[in-house]
Nanobody
Framework: QAQIVESGGGLVQPGESLTVSCVASGIIFSKWTVQWYRRPPGKEREFVAYITPSRNTRYSDSAKGRFTISRDDASNTVYLQMNSLQPEDTGIYYC?????WGQGTQVTVSS
């Protein structure tokens, strides 16, 4: 049975960076598009970024230029590097692939 697990969330100050990770069992990430979403407090879940098997990427307008999605095939891990974080980036970050969601990892940006 497939399982996705996110990690790496935490509390950072505005302007700082953070990288969250997504690892899967039962899914080979290099064969599927992997997406990152986030749910800000009190809001709906929203798209952040995706990476395709051929490593094409796409970002939301808010993530473009600040976030980078990447994939390490050896460890079957997808990363989301987030720079210049702002309070509005606060939320639970989820990884999604092949109809499977992880449990999410909390990112809080606050001074």
């Amino acid at each position: 049975q497939a399982q996705i697990v996110e990690s790496g969330g935490g509390l950072v100050q505005p302007g700082e960076s953070l990288t969250v990770s997504c690892v899967a069992s039962g899914i080979i990430f290099s064969k599927w598009t992997v997406q990152w979403y986030r749910r800000p407090p009190g809001k709906e879940r929203e798209f952040v970024a995706y990476i395709t098997p051929s490593r094409n990427t796409r970002y939301s307008d808010s993530a473009k230029g600040r976030f980078t999605i990447s994939r390490d095939d050896a460890s079957n891990t997808v990363y989301l590097q987030m720079n210049s974080l702002q309070p509005e980036d606060t939320g639970i970050y989820y990884c999604y692939c092949r109809d499977e969601w992880g449990q999410g990892t909390q990112v809080t940006v606050s001074s």
